[in-house]
Structures are given as structure tokens and as C-alpha cells.
């Protein structure tokens, strides 16, 4: 018998299927549940078990990970009768590792501690390949105690892993971080488009601007979606666009401007709106091309 915490997992969607599965790597019983039943087959053949409910997957947990979509979804699954803290154990450590709004997290702890239950946010950075190389940036808010208590687990899922705050801080801190690479994405399609129509070579001229100041973590991951067209999720721009709401809105409660980031947002929510909310979050691209007049 293992001694390392019993791991519940409910989410297992882009991101929650390959970081469950590094925990079975590294030694873990991970049970777990989400909606779709492939994802559970998938689980089972990679040795977790696949639960039928939320209930069933909780009640033996020591340490339950959520990695589902938004707050309405983490809402969903951690309160009522069906839910989380209706089901975990007195003393079960709950970490969230979905990008939701800060003072849902926050909410989310009051409520578990009035039920013995400890909560962490747990956000990450890094995406999908992230995700399946284990090397994820962990932004986490809540007690230095629980924080070290997860340590262990988180660092089988990232590399960069840091106690940021009280709770609600590892969503901040997550709501910065993508700003940051939206900004980031908009600035590289805007010099795809750029060199493109300049009738330079845009391997090249991607390869050497990589090498430079202008090089990127997001340039790296996402050069050959922009060289293939290729915008197969990834990061979904119906994700983005839910974290752009998020940062603007907690920036305007704490009076922070963020001129860039605004237009940034309403790219993001132009590019939904015409129909590519499905897409991962490099089609920004595709928004510089129709603006710049181009066939998309
Ligand atoms: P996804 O849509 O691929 O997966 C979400 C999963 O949640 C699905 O499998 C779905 O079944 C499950 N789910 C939703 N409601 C549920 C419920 N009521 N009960 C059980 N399961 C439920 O999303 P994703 O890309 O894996 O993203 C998850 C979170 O991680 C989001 O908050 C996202 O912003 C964040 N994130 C994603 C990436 C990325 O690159 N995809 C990177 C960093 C952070």
C-alpha cells in the first residue's frame, strides 16, 4: 500500500487528463470524474479509476484537484447536495487549479473551512504541453501550511511552483499571467501579418526574432500554429476571453489601467463573436489578418 495522499480529480478535460495521469506516473491513486466518458476511459487506461458521480470520487480522498472550466463550474461542483463539500472528509485538502475570478476562490475557502475542509487556488501556467511535460508554472494562494502540505503533489504536475497570497492570490497572480500572454500573442500576429505582407520569410524571420529580446515562452509554443495555421485547441479562445474578463474586472476594483490589455480583451471578444471562440487562443491571427484586410 502507497503512502502518498489518495488523489480525487474531477475535470479531466485539455488539461486535467494529462497532469491526473502525471500523478498516476508518479505514484498516486487517482480516482477520478468529469463529463465526458472518453475522458474517463482514458483514466482508467492509465490506471486511475473512473468514478460515477462527484460523491464517489471525494468520499476516500485526501487531497481533492478541481481543473474545470470557470467559476460557474467550480461553483457547480463544490457546493449543493452533489457537490464536493457535501461529500470530501473532514480535514480533505481541496485544491482548485482552474482559472476563475479571485473572489470566487475566496468564497470557495470561507465555505469549506465552515465544513473542515482546507482549501488552495492553484492556477497554472504553460498549457497543454505544459500540462503533459509536468513542467507548469503553479501560482497558489492560501495557507503556508497547506501550501506545503501540497507541495509534494504540485511538484508531479509543474516546476515553478510558488505560495503567492492568502486566498485569491494564486488567481491574481493567474489574471497577470494572462495579460501577459494575450498581449503577447496579439503583438506576435500582429508582426506575422507584418512580415508576411513584407514578403519575408517567416520561418526565418520567426527563428532569429526568438533568438532576440523580442523572444518569447508564447513564440516558442506557438510559432508553427502561426507558420501552419494550425488552431487546433490548446488554449480556447472562449477561455481567454473568460480570463480577459476577469482581469479587467479586477483591475478596475483595485484601480489599475490596463490600456493594452482592454483592446487586447475586445480582440479577444471580436474574434469570439465571429465565430472562433472554439479555437486556441494563437488564432488571434486571424483577427490581424481580417483587419488588415486579408481572405480568412
Ligand atoms: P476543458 O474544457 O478542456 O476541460 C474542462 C473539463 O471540466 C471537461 O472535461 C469537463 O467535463 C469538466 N467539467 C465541467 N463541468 C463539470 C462538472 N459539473 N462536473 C465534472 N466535470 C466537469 O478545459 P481546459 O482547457 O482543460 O481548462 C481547464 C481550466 O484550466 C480552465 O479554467 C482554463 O482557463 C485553465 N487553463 C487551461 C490551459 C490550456 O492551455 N488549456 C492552460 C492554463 C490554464
Known amino acids: 500500500m502507497s503512502n502518498l495522499p489518495k488523489i480525487a480529480w474531477i475535470g479531466l478535460g485539455i488539461m486535467g487528463s494529462p497532469m491526473s495521469e502525471n500523478l498516476i506516473k508518479a505514484g498516486y491513486s487517482v480516482t477520478g470524474f468529469t463529463l465526458e466518458q472518453d475522458k474517463l476511459d482514458r483514466l482508467a487506461a492509465a490506471g486511475g479509476t473512473a468514478a460515477g458521480s462527484i460523491a464517489e470520487a471525494v468520499a476516500d480522498a485526501d487531497v481533492v484537484i478541481t481543473m474545470v472550466p470557470a467559476s460557474p463550474q467550480v461553483e457547480a461542483i463544490a457546493y449543493g447536495e452533489a457537490g464536493i463539500l457535501a461529500h470530501a472528509r473532514r480535514g480533505a485538502l481541496l485544491i482548485d487549479m482552474s482559472s476563475i475570478t479571485p473572489q470566487t476562490s475566496v468564497d470557495l475557502a470561507k465555505n469549506a473551512a465552515d465544513r473542515g475542509i482546507r482549501v488552495l ?21 492560501g495557507e503556508q501550511a497547506d501550501f506545503d502540505e501540497a507541495r509534494p503533489v504540485l511538484e508531479a504536475l509543474g516546476r515553478t511552483i510558488v505560495l503567492c497570497g492568502p486566498h485569491g492570490a494564486g488567481q491574481t497572480v493567474k489574471a497577470a499571467n494572462q495579460l501577459i500572454v494575450a498581449v503577447n500573442i496579439q503583438a506576435c500576429a500582429e508582426a506575422v501579418v507584418f512580415l508576411e505582407k513584407s514578403g519575408v520569410d517567416l520561418a526565418a524571420a520567426l527563428d532569429v526574432l526568438n533568438g532576440g529580446l523580442a523572444g518569447s515562452t508564447v513564440l516558442t509554443r506557438k510559432k508553427d500554429n502561426f507558420l ?17 474578463g476577469i482581469v479587467t474586472d479586477a483591475a478596475r ?12 480583451a475586445q480582440l479577444v471578444a471580436s474574434l469570439r463573436a465571429q465565430g472562433d471562440g472554439g479555437l486556441d487562443h494563437s488564432a488571434l491571427l486571424r483577427s490581424v489578418e481580417r483587419l488588415s484586410g486579408d481572405q480568412v
Open 121 to 141: 487556488d492553484a492556477p497554472v501556467s504553460g498549457g497543454e504541453a505544459g500540462a503533459i511535460e509536468a513542467v507548469l508554472s503553479i501560482m497558489v494562494g
Open 228 to 244: 501552419n495555421r494550425d488552431f487546433k485547441p490548446g488554449f480556447r479562445i472562449d477561455l481567454h476571453h473568460k480570463d480577459m
Open 253 to 264: 476594483n483595485v484601480g489599475a489601467a490596463l490600456p493594452v490589455g482592454a483592446v487586447v
